[in-house]
């Protein structure tokens, strides 16, 4: 059956859903800028159309009939249905940021020095990056992607592993100048430490914990300074302040840089990993698939 045959005009449906949610027609042509007259006019058209009367007529207003009332909620229900769907696409189209979570260290050593990148490819697109320590909120309907440090998959939403790196010590090169070659766990444990606290309940290796993964019997000297933010910890070190550890994926540029020295010879593989999540998976903004594409595809991965 032709849809054209088979459903009166948009127009007289919508004056029906205003009559049929004001039961009154005064009211309803008050909304719609028309006149009582107009409106019970249209009505009497409508029920003549579909041979079906829509109202009771009482003191003062109208009644839906039990066809009426069935209209109605059908009715009501599509116009939602529209104005939800008109809305999504206008935000789609006109929407033209994506709020992105990362963690400190993440955002510092990873995402910026590459976000140039992406703002040549997609100069119309901003990228706002929120940064916390925080454990992933899936409520959280302001982030479009979050970028999460965890063991394995940090939630039931779509993600996608981006790298699970190696961890070894890295200093500065005037540091290793001064000290010389390090080529034992026990000259290592000596060396002044730069160690990372209770980093909000996450797996970012201690000393303790890395000698114990290396199974060596060498206990680190207490560390000379502590922090409990990664990204201060490597600026420590570059300054030559002392050893720290080094997450390969975040700290390579300033190796490749000479910033840092790598002494590689030390690393471990850690089973903490960083994961793309996707907040709101079913809400698809190009901007935020764009960014998304360009993370999965960048052409220098973030592994080890």
């Known amino acids: 059956m032709l849809l054209k045959k088979a459903i009166p005009s948009a127009q007289s449906l919508l004056v029906f859903e205003v009559a049929a949610r004001h039961l009154n027609f005064t009211s309803a042509a008050q909304e719609l800028g028309s ?5 019970s006019q249209q009505m009497r058209g409508l029920e ?43 935000k789609t189209r006109c929407r033209r940021y994506i709020n992105v979570a990362s963690d400190f260290a993440f955002a510092a050593f990873w995402l910026l020095p590459r976000l140039p990148q992406f703002c040549d490819l997609h100069p119309d697109v901003e990228v706002r990056i929120v940064t916390s320590q925080a454990q992933l909120d899936p409520s959280n309907q302001d982030i479009d992607v979050s970028i999460v440090f965890a063991k394995s998959n940090p939630s039931t939403l779509p993600s996608h592993l981006l790298c699970i790196g190696d961890v070894f010590p890295v200093c500065s090169p005037a540091l290793l100048e001064q000290y010389g070659a390090i080529k034992s766990h026990k000259k290592l444990a000596a060396l002044p430490l730069l160690n990372l606290g209770d980093y909000a309940g996450q797996g970012w290796l201690d000393w303790r914990g890395f000698f114990k993964q290396r199974r060596s019997q060498v206990k680190p000297s207490d560390p000379v300074l502590t922090f409990n933010n990664y990204t201060l910890l490597v600026q420590a070190a570059i300054a030559g302040q002392g ?7 975040l700290v390579d ?32 903004l190009p901007a935020k698939q764009h960014f998304i594409d360009w993370l999965l595809t960048e052409h220098r991965p973030i592994q080890t």
Request: aromatic fraction near 10%; glycine fraction near 10%; include cysteine.
């Open 243 to 249: 050893v720290g550890l080094g997450w390969g994926g």
């Open 35 to 39: 006149t009582q007259s107009a409106v």
């Open 253 to 284: 540029d300033l190796v490749d840089t000479g910033m840092l020295t790598a002494l590689r010879s030390f690393s471990l593989t850690s089973e903490w990993g960083y994961f793309l999540v996707e907040i709101n998976a079913k809400d698809r």
């Open 48 to 90: 003549r159309q579909l041979e079906l009367q829509l109202f009771t007529r009482i003191y003062r207003g109208v009644a839906l009939t039990h066809s009426g009332q069935q209209l109605y909620e059908a009715v009501a229900s599509g116009f939602q249905q529209m104005a939800d769907c008109l809305q999504k696409l206008q």
